[in-house]
């Protein structure tokens, strides 16, 4: 699986999806349009973290380049404001998924790069919704 940062700003956010993405053995998380302190103190240390436990980093200007470069079969897009909710009955998620979160609202035209979920309950920070998806997949 593919985790994506997508347009984070807050370090301590971008830190935290890191933390919790290599915690569930995530080999590749994605950093895209970063900015603010995420970009100019979160990245190395997100860096630090991957190397630290063998995994890798990827940093791109935008989510399009992200899906351009690691070329996954699909693409799944965590948003709050999603009318569906994600199943992982119906929605399997593998190797080869990308799961986006956003750390600020996407516009339109990366809202048409996938399909949008919301996890329940609605209004959990980023790296928390994606303990939530990790947590259920177990199951």
Known sequence: MIVVAHNFASQARLEDIAR?????????????????????????????????????????????????????????????????ELDLNKEKIDKNTMLVFFGNYPVKNELNLGKAYCISPKGLAEPSQLVVIMERMKK
């Open 20 to 84: 919790n993405a290599f915690a569930y053995n995530i080999d590749l998380l994605v950093i895209s349009k970063a900015s603010g302190m995420a970009m100019q103190s979160g990245i190395p240390v997100v860096n630090r973290l991957a190397f630290e436990k063998g995994k890798n980093v990827l940093i791109t200007k935008d989510l399009k380049e992200a899906i351009e470069l690691t070329k996954p079969e699909k693409v799944i897009l965590i948003y709050d404001p999603a009318e569906e």
